[in-house]
């Protein structure tokens, strides 16, 4: 392990955990690698937890990170109490109820802005990033695990560094990252990336090594997920998009390579990429955020030839894939900033299909991804955003029902939204596909209605529409403002939707 670190004076840094995390002191701004159950530090963030667990100490600390954390983060100081503000992206169990009542402020944003907010000082400065890394350089830079995220930006802002060399990550990601980094605006230039393959960075983050303060050895694995298996409905909705993309195929508004795909993250959006492994779609590449399971299959089967992404993050049966098979998906993927990955410029540029799924959609097409009766975060709007306002064709996809039909996923109104109706293109559910290009507010909603709704819902659905229609006959976008969400309070009242 030592001979991962390959600077001799970084050597004199090495430490052990809880010697480490002696540097994390009370309202301090906490910048984490990772991104997803991927690429995260692990043995710090759990001594910090033990330490303030039997010490009792005051320790509140606000936490960044690319995305979501693994348990031994997210999930060990949640319990611990440690969180004040945790920023851009969660999806551990008791850091969301801790922020449904109220525990932690939360800050649910578009990953790409971070950095940005970070770079112009509109986010406080990051004290302590916590980085894990294959190897440290000579010169001191890192090279980052099996996730890019926001490392650079906070170990670029960071005032001290604290670096987990993981014996877990196999020494062959080196190489898998390609770091480039943006200036701010008016210094920023165009993003020189033709296809989702090309390189134009460095293999390792750039890093004055005069801020690294400790180096520790871990020997914990990223606590990867299982995925739901894939049930009738997800095969249903993959099917719905296919079908949706050959016929833009067979229109020649795509040719049969597509455009490169961007697949959102969970089970819906893990299922509907692994339908085309059975489509006539060849040479395909992505440019994404995260690659899941069904990715790697795809690749592994031929049909994707490359993909560019800021995390590796499959299931445990995914990761054991990827790790027997590294050297085959080494010259395919690229793991690349969260700022590039998650790049507007790339995803107008490339053209991307963007593939995200949504909580609730409502009849005129905007998207609710985050929040659970308009209340209660789930996860967050992730990179869904960067992607579906620049994509050249969004999709989203849902169940069209919920909770074992109680709730409709097509609803009058929705409860909260992430992405208007100028931004979604296509809304796919397990019943059909409702192309919503071209048409105007009313056109889109008798396709909703009449294409994606589940047949217990759609009766009164149609009810809704055509009294809202009656009542506000000469608007744009009719509704009845006092029903429009009495289907959530409904709900909310009797556990059910329906009337
Ligand atoms: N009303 C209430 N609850 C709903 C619902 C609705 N209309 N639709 C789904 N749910 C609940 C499900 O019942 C499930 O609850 P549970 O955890 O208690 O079982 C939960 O939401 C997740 O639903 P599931 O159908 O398993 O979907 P998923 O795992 O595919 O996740 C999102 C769906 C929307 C939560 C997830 O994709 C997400 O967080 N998206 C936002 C971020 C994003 O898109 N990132 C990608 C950018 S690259």
């Given at each position: 392990?030592?001979?991962r670190?390959?600077?001799?004076?970084?050597?004199?840094?090495?430490?052990?955990?809880?010697?480490?995390?002696?540097?994390?002191?009370?309202?301090?701004?906490?910048?984490?690698?990772?991104?997803?159950?991927?690429?995260?530090?692990?043995?710090?963030p759990?001594?910090l937890?033990?330490?303030?667990?039997?010490?009792?100490?005051?320790?509140?600390?606000?936490?960044?990170?690319?995305?979501?954390?693994?348990?031994?983060?997210?999930?060990?100081?949640?319990?611990?109490?440690?969180?004040?503000k945790?920023l851009?992206?969660?999806?551990?169990k008791?850091?969301?109820?801790?922020?449904?009542?109220?525990?932690?402020?939360?800050?649910d944003?578009?990953?790409?802005h971070?950095s940005?907010?970070?770079?112009?000082?509109?986010?406080?400065?990051?004290?302590?990033?916590?980085?894990?890394?294959?190897?440290?350089?000579e010169?001191?830079?890192?090279?980052p695990t099996?996730?890019?995220?926001?490392?650079?930006?906070?170990?670029?802002?960071?005032?001290k560094?604290?670096?987990?060399?993981?014996?877990?990550?196999?020494?062959?990601?080196?190489?898998?990252?390609?770091?480039?980094?943006?200036?701010?605006p008016?210094?920023?230039?165009?993003?020189?990336?033709?296809?989702?393959?090309?390189?134009?960075?460095?293999?390792?983050?750039?890093?004055?090594?005069?801020k690294?303060?400790?180096?520790?050895?871990?020997?914990?694995?990223?606590?990867?997920?299982?995925?739901?298996?894939?049930?009738?409905?997800?095969?249903?909705?993959?099917?719905n998009?296919?079908n949706f993309l050959?016929?833009?195929?067979?229109?020649?508004?795509?040719?049969?390579?597509?455009?490169?795909?961007?697949?959102?993250?969970?089970?819906?959006?893990?299922?509907?990429?692994s339908?085309?492994?059975?489509?006539?779609?060849?040479?395909?590449?992505?440019?994404?955020?995260?690659i899941?399971?069904?990715?790697?299959?795809?690749?592994?089967?031929?049909?994707?030839?490359?993909?560019?992404?800021?995390?590796?993050?499959?299931?445990?049966?995914?990761?054991?894939?990827?790790?027997?098979?590294?050297?085959?998906?080494?010259?395919?993927?690229?793991?690349?900033?969260?700022?590039?990955?998650?790049?507007?410029?790339?995803?107008?540029?490339?053209?991307?299909?963007a593939?995200?799924?949504a909580?609730?959609?409502?009849?005129?097409?905007?998207?609710?991804s985050?929040?659970?009766?308009?209340?209660?975060?789930?996860?967050g709007?992730?990179?869904?955003?960067?992607?579906?306002?620049?994509?050249?064709?969004?999709?989203?996809?849902?169940?069209?029902?919920?909770?074992?039909?109680?709730?409709?996923?097509?609803?009058?109104?929705?409860s909260?939204?992430?992405?208007?109706?100028h931004?979604t293109?296509?809304?796919?559910?397990?019943?059909?596909?409702?192309?919503?290009?071209g048409?105007?507010?009313?056109?889109?909603?008798?396709?909703?209605?009449?294409?994606?709704?589940?047949?217990?819902?759609?009766?009164?659905?149609?009810?809704?529409?055509?009294?809202?229609?009656?009542?506000?006959?000469?608007?744009?976008?009719?509704h009845?403002?006092n029903?429009?969400?009495?289907?959530h309070?409904?709900?909310?009242?009797?556990?059910?939707?329906?009337?």
């Open positions: 392990m030592q001979s670190i390959r600077n001799e004076q970084l050597k004199e840094k090495i430490m052990n955990p809880m010697e480490a995390c002696k540097l994390i002191k009370d309202g301090m701004v906490i910048g984490t690698s990772g991104f997803t159950p991927s690429g995260y530090p692990k043995v710090v759990l001594a937890a033990d330490r303030v667990k039997s010490s009792k100490e005051k320790m509140k600390l606000t936490l960044y990170s690319g995305a979501s954390l693994g348990p031994e983060v997210d999930g060990a100081w949640a319990e611990a109490g440690i969180i004040a945790r851009p992206y969660q999806t551990n008791q850091l969301r109820n801790d922020i449904n009542c109220g525990k932690v402020e939360y800050l944003m578009h990953l790409s971070t940005q907010y970070l770079n112009y000082g509109i986010l406080p400065r990051v004290d302590i990033a916590i980085v894990e890394a294959i190897a440290i350089t010169e001191g830079n890192i090279i099996s996730a890019v995220g926001n490392s650079p930006s906070f170990i670029k802002n960071a005032s560094i604290i670096v987990e060399i993981s014996s877990k990550q196999p020494v062959e990601l080196e190489g898998m990252s390609d770091i480039y980094m943006l200036e701010n008016p210094m920023r230039t165009h993003i020189p990336i033709k296809n989702p393959g090309d390189r134009i960075g460095t293999p390792f983050i750039v890093c004055d090594k005069e690294i303060a400790a180096v520790v050895f871990s020997d914990l694995e990223d606590h990867v997920r299982d995925l739901a298996p894939i049930s009738d409905v997800d095969r249903a909705i993959s099917k998009i296919i050959e016929k833009e195929v067979a229109l020649k508004r795509l040719t049969k390579n597509l455009l490169p795909l961007q697949s959102g993250v969970g089970n819906v959006a893990n299922a509907v990429l339908g085309l492994c059975d489509s006539s779609f060849e040479n395909l590449v992505c440019y994404t955020e995260v899941q399971d069904a990715m790697l299959e795809l690749m592994q089967c031929g049909k994707i030839k490359k993909a560019s992404a800021c995390s590796i993050s499959p299931s445990p049966r995914g990761l054991k894939l990827f790790r027997d098979n590294i050297d085959f998906f080494k010259d395919k993927i690229v793991l690349r900033p969260l700022e590039i990955s998650n790049s507007p410029e790339m995803a107008r540029k490339l053209g991307v299909i593939m995200n799924t909580i609730e959609v409502d009849i005129y097409g905007n998207v609710n985050t929040h659970i009766m308009g209340s209660k975060i789930m996860n709007i992730g990179g869904s955003g960067d992607f579906a306002r620049n994509a050249y064709i969004t999709i989203f996809s849902t169940s069209s029902i919920a909770k074992c039909g109680k709730i409709s996923s097509i609803v009058p109104m929705v909260h939204v992430d992405h208007t109706e931004d293109m296509i809304i796919v559910t397990e019943q059909g596909v409702a192309d919503l290009r048409l105007s507010p009313k056109e889109k909603a008798k396709l909703i209605i009449e294409n994606c709704v589940h047949p217990d819902f759609k009766e009164q659905m149609r009810d809704y529409f055509k009294r809202a229609c009656e009542v506000c006959h000469r608007c744009h976008t009719p009845i403002l029903e429009a969400l009495s289907w309070a409904r709900f909310l009242e009797t556990g059910t939707m329906k009337k």
